[in-house]
């Protein structure tokens, strides 16, 4: 528990009898209180490394993106709308072998050094030859050949292969693209690797964005605006309206719906839908993306999906997968254990892009059609069963060569809603399955292959069906042992026809033509997955986004959509900054 103890004017954060810090008071009307996104611990970690490439630091996932860094672009995914930032444009070479970014003149960095192209070619590169532990290092190593100084705001990177989308998905896509620019004059000349970026006494870590940090223990980390800002001193922005911004830990979805009733938190972590319903009862101040319910949130670009270790038997035949198939009944289990909340799906399509990909007349539609996967089915169990050579034994168990099969179900705990009514299903149909219990070892779990099935998080697809379809290719499977480099794809799935296909798309940009060759090869990519069936699409997510309007206004929202409501995402730092004080006292 932390106390606060007032010293003349300032405050003395305390844990325990140790002072750690002094910070001026500061009104909560003035003051936007937010907590990290998900299962989190109850303390923070990594209070003196904010290292915001490193894959065990959360920093620039839970706060960094909105307070110390920013992006040359974001997007705003509800519509496609390029937003720039600290760049005005970008521009492909015909043969998408390069592009050239046009830098914002005036950008400056918290210490006051000119943003140019220099960080940029300097990050990128650094990202390239990064140690495999650092965020983006494999695809950065995979795509990016060199950049070239053009002048001092322009950079032209250079591509090992045609990238037509590399811009978009690791600059400017405002999501989970946690890839921002360094200042060069900070990092050139430290170990990448080992580098914590925290030095308060410097005034590390130095970013573009309007905080600065000014507190960081494990109850909370504190950032003041910085009245100096360069968007404010240029006229491209006004000051965002919190002088401040705190972060809380918060451990789970009661305890947050706690805090949103006591108007002690104003976003952050999402609640569970019944959680929702029943603070905003008790305070009317609380709004999602959606005005009603059951389906209060915004689609969140992944779906639930049941992962299966290709490299473990009895899990890598696709007999039985297709049986676990059919004996999910995908309705029931947004029922059960979402309250109808979410959306049943048979592939991690969201519905940023459905629109544009999917329905009537869709190549893709017609595939998703043919394969019917949202027909649970115990005939369909048995004859795919039977297929693989399994029997049911006499207490009515599938079994082969007189080995149960032992089903153990796993989830982690921001998707326990699903592990009950999920593992009662597998045990109707004759499954051995059992509940795992929810703790912390998943990720490091199926990072490593340490796992038979999981289920998770399939993201990607907000605009075109390559953002997971890729997934399956062999470049992200990894031997058992060895951490995959993304923790989205983790099937551990290969098949050189199916990434000949990925190559293929990998160099052209989208296209919705039926006849064009994206499209066909998207068609043949869908079709292999839905045979092989690598992992089990469940629901697609739309989470209880929740916003406390009791001290700020100007969330986003169904109603006034402009940018996706994700505070873990890159382009929140938008709804900082569009945020009003309400003036409550």
Request: charged residues 20%.
């Amino acid at each position: 528990m932390i106390r606060t103890v007032m010293l003349g004017g300032a405050v003395a954060l305390l844990m325990g009898s140790t002072a750690l810090a002094q910070v001026q008071d500061m009104p909560r009307n003035e003051t936007l209180v937010l907590t990290p996104w998900g299962d989190q611990p109850a303390q923070f970690a990594n209070t003196e490394n904010w290292h915001p490439y490193l894959t065990s630091v959360t920093h620039q996932r839970d706060v960094m993106q909105i307070t110390i860094n920013e992006m040359m672009f974001y997007t705003n995914l509800n519509t496609g709308e390029l937003i720039p930032w600290q760049a005005e444009s970008y521009e492909y070479a015909d043969d998408f072998m390069s592009a050239t970014i046009k830098l914002r003149d005036g950008v400056e960095w918290s210490d006051g050094e000119p943003f140019t192209a220099e960080d940029v070619k300097f990050t990128i590169e650094a990202v390239r030859d990064a140690p495999p532990e650092s965020r983006g290092a494999a695809a950065y190593a995979e795509w990016v050949k060199d950049v070239t100084i053009n002048d001092p705001l322009s950079v032209t990177i250079n591509f090992n292969k045609p990238a037509p989308r590399f811009i978009r998905d690791y600059l400017a896509l405002g999501h989970e693209n946690h890839h921002p620019i360094l200042p060069k004059h900070i990092w050139e000349g430290q170990d990448f690797a080992t580098f914590t970026n925290y030095d308060p006494e410097k005034g590390w870590p130095v970013g573009t964005g309007a905080y600065k940090l000014v507190l960081s223990s494990t109850q909370q980390e504190i950032f003041d605006r910085r009245d100096d800002w360069w968007g404010a001193k240029t006229g491209f922005e006004d000051l965002p309206a919190p002088k401040r911004i705190t972060l809380v830990p918060v451990s789970s979805d009661d305890a947050m719906g706690q805090l949103h009733i006591a108007n002690q938190v104003d976003g952050g972590r999402q609640l569970l839908i019944g959680t929702f319903e029943a603070a905003q009862f008790q305070n009317p101040k609380l709004s999602s993306w959606n005005t009603s319910g059951p389906n209060w949130g915004a689609p969140d670009g992944c779906d639930y999906s049941l992962v299966f270790n290709q490299q473990r038997a009895p899990w890598n035949d696709v007999n039985l997968r297709r049986a676990v198939n059919y004996a999910i009944d995908r309705e029931m289990l947004n029922d059960i254990g979402y309250e109808g909340s979410q959306k049943p799906v048979t592939y991690a399509f969201s519905g940023y892009m459905a629109g544009t990909w999917l329905g009537e007349g869709s190549p893709l539609q017609e595939v998703l059609d043919k394969y019917d996967l949202d027909n649970p089915d115990p005939a369909l169990v048995e004859e795919h069963m039977a297929k693989g050579g399994y029997e049911k034994n006499a207490d009515g168990l599938w079994s082969k060569d007189g080995e149960v099969i032992e089903f153990t179900v796993r989830t982690p705990a921001f998707i326990q809603p699903i592990l009950a009514p999920l593992t009662q299903q597998l045990k109707n149909a004759g499954f051995d399955a059992v509940q795992a219990p929810v703790d912390d070892t998943w990720l490091p779990d199926i990072q490593s292959g340490n796992f038979d099935t999981m289920v998770f998080v399939h993201c990607g697809s907000l605009s075109e069906p390559l953002e997971t379809l890729q997934h399956y290719h062999s470049k992200f499977s990894r031997p058992e042992g060895e951490n995959v480099p993304l923790s989205i794809a983790a099937s551990r799935y290969a098949n050189p026809e199916y990434d000949a296909i990925i190559d293929r798309m990998d160099s052209m940009p989208a296209d919705t033509d039926p006849d064009s060759q994206y499209m066909k090869d998207a068609v043949a990519a869908l079709d292999i997955a839905l045979r092989d069936l690598p992992q089990i699409d469940l629901l697609e997510e739309f989470h209880v986004v929740t916003f406390n309007n009791t001290y700020w206004t100007g969330w986003p929202s169904a109603e006034d959509p402009y940018v996706a409501p994700y505070t873990p995402w890159e382009a929140f730092n938008l709804v900082v900054h569009n945020l009003e004080a309400t003036g409550a006292e």
